[in-house]
């Protein structure tokens, strides 16, 4: 028998829909991401390239990392979904993965940022303590492109309870002051600079 | 000259300056509750979509719309034949929105404006178009030869005007001619002369693609919300294109732009065409594949050069062309040549001759637009492989001739604006190149032109480096208002500072910069400085994010109108006290007497009754302080497939001052992403020349860098605090990648012993530089 309504759990409540093509019912053809961005408002993940390839629109089902463009709605039936939005616990305030993230700068646009924080979450309710390999290889289908890979890898690694992650290392000079870098003659002033012989070089 | 040393410069210390201070929106980010545009929607809203020519080049000879307009819940269905008005695109205005030809595959041959996406989506395909398909050209150096097929009838031969009065006010600019290259390359002990192509037109790729809403208020005015990271911009181009009108823009966070994201021309034009026809707001997002093969990407760019170098490594004569191919549409291409003629300088400030010409051509591909690098990348991918020839003549070590070379305070050069500079940046950028490549170990790991590293068996590695800069980063003016807002009800630790200042968020963390500056001035803690929400109507006019100029434009302008707040308040302090301004300091709010700090009073109480206190700040536009990155990469080329991987990367500056620790270095990791160092390996654009039309149009074919495979990064940042603004910080983010892709061509070119340059080195072209295919 044709089935008529699918019921998903999302961020702890329940949700009913009609199935159907009517106005408000939820079309056989409506992607999870549909379902949650624009029917349940939670416009938290992104759905950015609508094939799979980018992890923007990750959510966790049943606990598994998802990739919601991928999944129709009406497959979900039964299912429990957690997305972004769900993570933060009403009481005992943000994840300890969204507390690495603030702590880390763990993102720049911040667009791809929940599908990478839920893909991380995924991991870690699978492995709380993935090693640093198993960390890149889990986020391997998360685009990010202002390259805030580096700050990510810290701030999971940190959760995870790893060694602080040197894979990005940035090093002030200033910090040498007390103890002077080497000093080199070789500066290269302009031979066109104020004051010097060749000051009107240019004519 | 007396020497004067890094170690004798004076390190300040700062309340908030330097350090990391998390994002105002960090919360926001990390619990998606920050809006993007598609999250964001008007009521009484529809839809937008547009049909696409599949054909590179072709006149339309009918289009039959009834089908699509009969479809229940369709709107407006407009083509050539029923444009409102005749929209123009393009810098100078070269052609219409929609004509009865189209230019390159992707283009616009009807919009649909429809109640929901899936009906605008299907609505598509009820359009019927007949076309007869004409003669295509594909490189700037095809469509500028005689006989070649013609675009359009404004560019003469394809040939696109050389500058255009917005970018060079004195007039066109597009050559450099200084000193005289005859006697130049008689002077040059070593002379090369060569070809090179950066042309696989690769995308920046930001992982929201362009959007936005465009709602038509009657008249002339139009409301636009655009994921754009300029309002300005938009506004400036938007108000060209639309006869008389009135833009108001608004923006939200900015899901990654990369330059890419400003005036979203061809976009915001649709929507707000399609809203002018329904009377309603309407929606365009653009789909992932639309994005990738109709929106804009980097410049095409070819160069015939012939540089000379004299025997200590002074480059002494250039000698070239420069073909730039800018797809379809020709919109600010002027000024990216301008800027990539004035970087060539800056990377070879010590050379008097030259003669370097640039020819700006359309063809019949997806148009080229405003990437970061600006024009400067696609010419420095160029040129600095032609720089290796000449080294190689000369067995120089390329460290020494980039540090020789640069750019030092006194050096003068012509910028886009076709007007001479000298420049007052740094003296220490040689030492920063220096001290990164002590870092990355160029010293041990240099071996020699086209000797590897080290061999492992099929595994050879080699190293490179590249160094660009960019004087952009002063460009445009701003302006900025400040206001110190005394609580109400009269506690102090209730007042609260606001900037008015247009700044959008995309990801360089520029709004929450602006407000510790701000902070940092009144001496008050950040949280207590909030900036207004972006857009153009309602603040004082900020000219975007463009060109690394976030941090010193806006950072001048509103430290400046919080100076002149700060000022008015030690006035009304010392007036309170009866003491001179000069004795007066302030602190949260608080303003006291600096030595008999007991004699304090709240600014509340200073301040008129229910008013604030109010400071205006502007930055104007020079270009006397150019940047500098130098970057070095290993990698590691496999001599039996032909792969390579990038095994460490090194990146050097001098930035002056570091505004917020954790950010400058993302935006240096940042020359990994959009169309950056990746250009050189595997990042392209792949065009079928049979049909037109890119074979790269989705993520999983369009090659992007994951997670598993980010090599080490090592930064070295001085900070000689330059003088810029108040807090001598310098932008960077423009650049940062930019010199990367040459840079990984000279290494791979020293891994396998053979020069390679072509862009990208992919396995087939190393197999076949190897004899190997």
Same mark, same amino acid.
């Given at each position: 028998?044709?089935?008529?309504?699918?019921?998903?759990?999302?961020?702890?409540?329940?949700?009913?829909?009609?199935?159907?093509?009517?106005?408000?019912?939820?079309?056989?053809?409506?992607?999870?991401?549909?379902?949650?961005?624009?029917?349940?408002? #939670?416009?938290?993940?992104?759905?950015?390239?609508?094939?799979?390839?980018?992890?923007?629109?990750?959510?966790?089902?049943?606990?598994?990392?998802?990739?919601?463009?991928?999944? #129709?709605?009406?497959?979900?039936?039964?299912?429990?979904?957690?997305?972004?939005?769900?993570?933060?616990?009403? @009481?005992?305030? #943000?994840?300890?993965?969204?507390?690495?993230? =603030?702590?880390?700068?763990?993102?720049?646009?911040?667009?791809?940022?929940?599908?990478?924080?839920?893909?991380?979450?995924?991991?870690?309710?699978?492995?709380?303590?993935?090693?640093?390999?198993?960390?890149?290889?889990?986020?391997?289908?998360?685009?990010?492109?202002?390259?805030?890979?580096?700050?990510?890898?810290?701030?999971?690694?940190?959760?995870?309870?790893? @060694? @602080?992650?040197?894979?990005?290392?940035?090093?002030?000079?200033?910090?040498?002051?007390?103890?002077? =870098?080497?000093?080199? @003659?070789?500066?290269?002033?302009?031979?066109?600079?104020?004051?010097?012989?060749?000051?009107?070089?240019?004519? | 000259?007396?020497?004067?040393?890094?170690?004798?410069?004076?390190?300040?210390?700062?309340?908030?300056?330097?350090?990391?201070?998390?994002?105002?929106?960090?919360?926001?980010? +990390?619990?998606?509750?920050?809006?993007?545009?598609?999250?964001?929607?008007?009521?009484?809203?529809?839809?937008?979509?547009?049909?696409?020519?599949?054909?590179?080049?072709?006149?339309?000879?009918?289009?039959?719309?009834?089908?699509?307009?009969?479809?229940?819940?369709?709107?407006?269905?407009?083509?050539?034949?029923?444009?409102?008005?005749? /929209?123009?695109?393009?810098?100078?205005?070269?052609?219409?929105?929609?004509?009865?030809?189209?230019?390159?595959?992707?283009?616009?041959?009807?919009?649909?404006?429809?109640?929901?996406?899936?009906?605008?989506?299907? *609505?598509?395909?009820?359009?019927?178009?007949?076309?007869?398909?004409?003669?295509?050209?594909?490189?700037?150096?095809?469509?500028?030869?005689?006989?070649?097929?013609?675009?359009?009838?404004?560019?003469?031969?394809?040939?696109?005007?050389?500058?255009?009065?917005?970018?060079?006010?004195?007039?066109? /600019?597009?050559?450099?001619?200084?000193?005289?290259?005859?006697?130049?390359?008689?002077?040059?002990?070593?002379?090369?002369?060569?070809?090179?192509?950066?042309?696989?037109?690769?995308?920046?790729?930001?992982?929201?693609?362009?959007?936005?809403?465009?709602?038509?208020?009657?008249?002339?005015?139009?409301?636009?919300?655009?994921?754009?990271?300029?309002?300005?911009?938009? $506004?400036?181009?938007?108000?060209?294109?639309?006869?008389?009108?009135?833009?108001?823009?608004?923006?939200?966070?900015?899901?990654?732009?990369?330059?890419?994201?400003?005036?979203?021309?061809?976009?915001?034009?649709?929507?707000?065409?399609?809203?002018?026809?329904? $009377?309603?707001?309407?929606?365009?997002?653009?789909?992932?594949?639309?994005?990738?093969?109709?929106?804009?990407?980097?410049?095409?760019?070819?160069?015939?050069?012939?540089?000379?170098?004299?025997?200590?490594?002074?480059?002494?004569?250039?000698?070239?062309? /420069?073909?730039?191919?800018?797809?379809?549409?020709?919109?600010?291409?002027?000024?990216?040549?301008?800027?990539?003629?004035?970087?060539?300088?800056?990377?070879?400030? $010590?050379?008097?001759?030259?003669?370097?010409?640039?020819?700006?051509?359309?063809?019949?591909?997806? *148009?080229?637009?405003?990437?970061?690098?600006?024009?400067?990348?696609?010419?420095?991918?160029?040129?600095?492989?032609?720089?290796?020839?000449?080294?190689?003549?000369?067995?120089?070590?390329?460290?020494?001739?980039?540090?020789?070379?640069?750019?030092?305070?006194?050096?003068?050069?012509?910028?886009?604006?076709?007007?001479?500079?000298?420049?007052?940046?740094?003296?220490?950028?040689?030492?920063?190149?220096?001290?990164?490549?002590?870092?990355?170990? /160029?010293?041990?790991?240099?071996?020699?032109?086209?000797?590897?590293?080290?061999?492992?068996?099929?595994?050879?590695?080699?190293?490179?480096?590249?160094?660009?800069?960019?004087?952009?980063?002063?460009?445009?003016?701003?302006?900025?208002?400040?206001?110190?807002?005394?609580?109400?009800?009269?506690?102090?630790?209730?007042?609260?500072?606001?900037?008015?200042?247009?700044?959008?968020?995309?990801?360089?963390?520029?709004?929450?910069?602006?407000?510790?500056?701000?902070?940092?001035?009144?001496?008050?803690? +950040?949280?207590?400085?909030?900036?207004?929400?972006?857009?153009?109507?309602?603040?004082?006019?900020?000219?975007?994010?463009?060109?690394?100029?976030?941090?010193?434009?806006?950072?001048?302008?509103?430290?400046?109108?919080?100076?002149?707040?700060?000022?008015?308040?030690?006035?009304?302090? *010392?007036?309170?006290?009866?003491?001179?301004?000069?004795?007066?300091?302030?602190?949260?709010?608080?303003?006291?007497?600096?030595?008999?700090?007991?004699?304090?009073?709240?600014?509340?109480?200073?301040?008129?009754?229910?008013?604030?206190?109010?400071?205006?700040? $502007?930055?104007?536009?020079?270009?006397?302080?150019?940047?500098?990155?130098?970057?070095?990469?290993?990698?590691?080329?496999?001599?039996?497939?032909?792969?390579?991987?990038?095994?460490?990367?090194?990146?050097?500056?001098?930035?002056?001052?570091?505004?917020?620790?954790?950010?400058?270095?993302?935006?240096?990791?940042?020359?990994?992403?959009?169309?950056?160092?990746?250009?050189?390996?595997?990042?392209?654009?792949?065009?079928?020349?049979?049909?037109?039309?890119?074979?790269?149009?989705?993520?999983?074919?369009?090659?992007?860098?994951?997670?598993?495979?980010?090599?080490?990064?090592?930064?070295?940042?001085?900070?000689?605090?330059?003088?810029?603004?108040?807090?001598?910080?310098?932008?960077?983010?423009?650049?940062?990648?930019?010199?990367?892709?040459?840079?990984?061509?000279?290494?791979?070119?020293?891994?396998?012993?053979?020069?390679?340059?072509?862009?990208?080195?992919?396995?087939?072209?190393?197999?076949?530089?190897?004899?190997?295919?």
């Amino acid at each position: 028998m044709k089935k008529q309504y699918v019921t998903l759990t999302v961020n702890g409540r329940e949700y009913r829909f009609s199935i159907g093509d009517g106005f408000g019912q939820v079309p056989p053809s409506e992607t999870l991401s549909q379902t949650l961005r624009k029917r349940l408002q #939670l416009t938290g993940s992104k759905e950015s390239c609508s094939e799979g390839a980018c992890g923007c629109c990750t959510v966790l089902m049943d606990g598994k990392g998802v990739t919601s463009c991928m999944l #129709l709605t009406v497959e979900c039936d039964g299912r429990d979904i957690v997305t972004i939005e769900g993570l933060e616990d009403p @009481e005992k305030g #943000l994840d300890p993965l969204q507390q690495a993230f =603030i702590d880390e700068y763990a993102f720049q646009c911040g667009y791809c940022t929940p599908g990478i924080i839920m893909a991380a979450k995924a991991l870690l309710l699978d492995n709380p303590h993935p090693s640093p390999d198993e960390i890149k290889e889990a986020l391997s289908g998360n685009y990010c492109r202002c390259i805030s890979h580096y700050t990510v890898l810290r701030a999971i690694n940190r959760v995870a309870g790893n @060694e @602080e992650d040197h894979t990005a290392v940035m090093h002030r000079a200033n910090d040498d002051v007390e103890n002077p =870098i080497p000093v080199r @003659e070789e500066l290269f002033p302009s031979p066109y600079a104020y004051g010097v012989p060749g000051d009107n070089a240019l004519e | 000259m007396s020497k004067f040393e890094y170690r004798d410069i004076k390190q300040p210390h700062y309340r908030h300056i330097g350090n990391y201070t998390p994002r105002k929106d960090a919360k926001d980010i +990390v619990t998606g509750k920050a809006i993007f545009l598609d999250d964001f929607s008007v009521p009484h809203m529809l839809y937008g979509k547009t049909k696409r020519s599949p054909y590179p080049h072709a006149k339309i000879l009918s289009i039959d719309t009834s089908k699509a307009e009969a479809y229940p819940g369709v709107r407006a269905v407009i083509t050539h034949k029923n444009m409102p008005e005749p /929209w123009g695109l393009g810098l100078p205005v070269h052609r219409l929105l929609m004509e009865d030809k189209v230019y390159y595959v992707g283009d616009v041959v009807a919009l649909i404006a429809a109640d929901t996406e899936e009906i605008a989506t299907e *609505a598509i395909d009820l359009i019927d178009v007949e076309y007869e398909q004409l003669e295509a050209v594909y490189s700037a150096e095809e469509a500028l030869k005689e006989g070649a097929v013609e675009l359009y009838p404004r560019f003469k031969g394809n040939h696109v005007d050389n500058g255009i009065k917005y970018f060079q006010p004195d007039g066109p /600019w597009w050559q450099i001619i200084r000193g005289d290259v005859k006697k130049g390359f008689e002077e040059s002990k070593y002379v090369a002369e060569d070809k090179v192509a950066f042309d696989k037109m690769p995308a920046p790729l930001a992982p929201e693609t362009p959007c936005c809403i465009a709602k038509y208020e009657g008249g002339n005015d139009y409301t636009i919300w655009a994921s754009s990271q300029s309002a300005h911009i938009l $506004k400036l181009m938007g108000e060209g294109r639309i006869p008389n009108s009135n833009l108001s823009v608004k923006t939200f966070n900015v899901g990654g732009s990369y330059g890419n994201k400003q005036s979203l021309m061809t976009t915001v034009l649709s929507a707000a065409m399609l809203s002018k026809v329904t $009377k309603r707001p309407v929606k365009i997002v653009l789909t992932k594949e639309e994005q990738l093969m109709s929106y804009e990407v980097r410049l095409g760019s070819t160069i015939t050069a012939k540089i000379g170098m004299d025997e200590e490594g002074y480059v002494r004569a250039i000698e070239g062309d /420069w073909l730039v191919d800018t797809g379809a549409i020709a919109d600010s291409v002027q000024g990216q040549v301008g800027v990539g003629l004035g970087e060539a300088q800056l990377v070879c400030a $010590k050379c008097p001759n030259w003669f370097m010409d640039s020819h700006i051509a359309v063809t019949n591909k997806q *148009a080229a637009g405003i990437v970061r690098g600006y024009g400067g990348q696609e010419l420095n991918s160029c040129l600095e492989r032609l720089m290796c020839t000449v080294m190689k003549e000369g067995n120089f070590n390329p460290l020494d001739v980039f540090k020789k070379n640069y750019i030092a305070p006194g050096d003068r050069f012509i910028w886009r604006d076709g007007r001479w500079w000298q420049s007052r940046s740094s003296l220490f950028f040689p030492e920063a190149m220096q001290n990164a490549a002590d870092r990355f170990g /160029w010293g041990e790991k240099w071996k020699g032109w086209n000797v590897p590293t080290s061999v492992n068996g099929t595994k050879a590695r080699g190293i490179g480096m590249g160094v660009i800069g960019n004087a952009d980063i002063n460009e445009d003016n701003t302006e900025a208002i400040v206001r110190i807002v005394p609580d109400l009800v009269g506690s102090h630790r209730a007042s609260t500072a606001i900037i008015e200042c247009d700044i959008t968020e995309s990801g360089m963390g520029t709004r929450s910069n602006a407000c510790k500056v701000v902070a940092e001035v009144l001496n008050v803690p +950040v949280e207590k400085v909030s900036i207004t929400e972006p857009g153009t109507k309602y603040n004082p006019s900020n000219y975007g994010l463009c060109g690394s100029r976030g941090t010193i434009t806006t950072g001048k302008a509103v430290s400046l109108a919080a100076l002149d707040c700060k000022r008015q308040a030690l006035e009304l302090g *010392a007036r309170h006290f009866k003491r001179s301004v000069d004795q007066m300091e302030t602190k949260d709010f608080m303003v006291y007497v600096r030595d008999t700090p007991e004699l304090s009073i709240p600014m509340f109480k200073l301040a008129p009754k229910e008013l604030s206190i109010v400071g205006y700040g $502007k930055h104007m536009e020079m270009f006397n302080i150019p940047s500098c990155m130098a970057i070095f990469v290993e990698v590691e080329v496999d001599t039996e497939t032909g792969h390579t991987s990038i095994v460490k990367v090194a990146g050097g500056t001098d930035i002056g001052q570091i505004i917020d620790s954790k950010a400058v270095e993302m935006q240096l990791h940042g020359g990994f992403g959009s169309a950056c160092i990746d250009t050189a390996i595997f990042e392209e654009c792949i065009l079928d020349p049979a049909t037109g039309r890119l074979l790269t149009s989705s993520l999983i074919d369009y090659k992007w860098r994951p997670f598993n495979e980010f090599p080490p990064y090592d930064a070295y940042i001085m900070e000689s605090q330059i003088d810029s603004f108040m807090f001598k910080a310098l932008g960077i983010g423009e650049i940062s990648g930019a010199a990367g892709a040459s840079a990984v061509l000279m290494a791979i070119s020293n891994a396998i012993g053979v020069d390679i340059k072509d862009y990208p080195a992919t396995p087939a072209v190393i197999l076949k530089a190897l004899g190997k295919a």
